[in-house]
């Protein structure tokens, strides 16, 4: 499948994107919200899930899941944050804290392509 990966840490992102192309993904990466939008809005057909940083410049990762979803209402959406995450989960989203070992991201990536899949 395709993720699309979106975190302004550079070195997390490129870490990240290649552990899932290693994993047999394709992997379109994104280092702000923006770029994420205008990435998505150009791919969506093919993006299965997007793994959105939670606190990012410009477009927070919760404005950029609102223009995603209004392009694609349907996205599995992975936010990953730092930061304390909601206990509750909107449908088709899931929540990751950082920081998270690839095992778990790999993890929980496959389950919602499944889930997808499944519909």
Same mark, same amino acid.
């Given at each position: 499948?395709?993720?699309?990966? *979106?975190?302004? +840490?550079?070195?997390?992102?490129?870490?990240?994107?290649?552990?899932?192309?290693? +994993?047999?993904?394709?992997?379109? !990466?994104?280092? %702000?919200?923006?770029?994420?939008?205008?990435?998505?809005? =150009?791919?969506?057909?093919?993006?299965?899930? *997007? *793994?959105?940083?939670?606190?990012? /410049?410009?477009?927070?990762?919760? %404005?950029? @899941? !609102? !223009?995603? @979803?209004?392009?694609? /209402?349907? *996205? =599995?959406?992975?936010?990953?944050?730092?930061?304390?995450? /909601?206990?509750?989960? +909107?449908?088709?989203?899931?929540?990751?804290?950082? /920081?998270?070992?690839?095992? +778990?991201?790999?993890?929980?990536? =496959? !389950? &919602? &392509?499944?889930?997808?899949?499944?519909?």
């Amino acid at each position: 499948g395709t993720v699309l990966l *979106v975190d302004d +840490e550079d070195a997390l992102r490129v870490a990240v994107a290649s552990a899932l192309r290693r +994993e047999g993904f394709s992997v379109l !990466e994104a280092h %702000d919200g923006l770029a994420g939008v205008q990435l998505f809005a =150009r791919h969506a057909a093919q993006i299965d899930v *997007v *793994v959105l940083d939670q606190t990012l /410049p410009g477009l927070s990762g919760h %404005d950029v @899941c !609102e !223009e995603i @979803c209004r392009l694609k /209402p349907d *996205v =599995r959406v992975l936010f990953s944050s730092a930061q304390t995450l /909601p206990s509750a989960e +909107e449908p088709g989203q899931r929540y990751l804290g950082k /920081p998270y070992r690839l095992r +778990e991201l790999i993890q929980t990536i =496959r !389950e &919602m &392509m499944d889930s997808a899949d499944k519909k």
